[in-house]
């Protein structure tokens, strides 16, 4: 964790010259424990953001083709994120979403699995309810507000966790999943304010 702390500090004097962050709702964030930060997502530049402002080092999952150019997969590996393949099951993604979970770490998850300007609910992917719900993790929904133009406002609004413990001991099928995932986007979204 030597270099994410490292590239951390490096990006928030960076970001905070040509941005203006605000931070709403860090409270909220538990001090230990698994948790599943689930964010929108309109820019590449969302890690990077959430990573500043968050309170604990985030361990995201990334869509595949990011690790396709070697530099920046070893950069971003090096960060702690790891590859996720977008267009099937990626069991191999959901095992180690677990295992960084297990370890009462925090998992970062970008719902719609690409980058998008407006809530589209036809993007929600089901595994980000399954994720939490096995593993007994709370989401922690945030919504970032911000076109990202040169020192412009970054808005990041923390929401309040969302526990499942209703569903932990239930057979749940893939359509019920969506729709909790569903739910948990419209939780998101509700954070913009106008």
């Known amino acids: 964790m030597y270099f994410y702390r490292v590239a951390r500090v490096i990006a928030n004097i960076v970001f905070r010259i040509i941005f203006r962050i605000e931070v709403n709702g860090k409270e909220n964030v538990p001090k230990e424990g698994p948790i599943v930060l ?5 820019s590449n ?4 953001i959430l990573g500043i402002v968050f309170p604990r080092p985030i361990i995201f999952m990334a869509k595949k083709e990011l690790f396709e150019n070697k530099f920046i997969a070893k950069l971003i590996t090096a960060l702690g994120a790891f590859p996720v393949d977008r267009k099937g099951s990626d069991i191999g993604a959901i095992k180690k979403s677990f295992r960084v979970l297990k370890q009462g770490q925090v998992l970062g998850i970008f719902p719609e699995g690409t980058r998008v300007q407006e809530m589209d609910l036809d993007n929600t992917k089901p595994g980000i309810a ?3 719900i096995k593993s007994k993790s709370p989401v922690i929904p945030v919504f970032i507000d911000s076109e990202y133009k040169l020192f412009s406002k970054i808005v990041i609004n923390i929401g309040e966790p969302i526990y499942f413990d209703e569903y932990y001991d239930q057979q749940l099928e893939a359509e019920d ?3 909790i995932s569903k739910d948990i ?3 998101i979204y509700s954070l913009k304010k106008s």
Do not use: A, G, R, V
């Open 38 to 42: 689930c964010s929108n997502h309109k």
């Open 45 to 48: 530049l969302d890690p990077i």
């Open 130 to 132: 399954l994720i939490s």
């Open 177 to 179: 999943y969506l729709e």
């Open 185 to 187: 986007m419209k939780t």
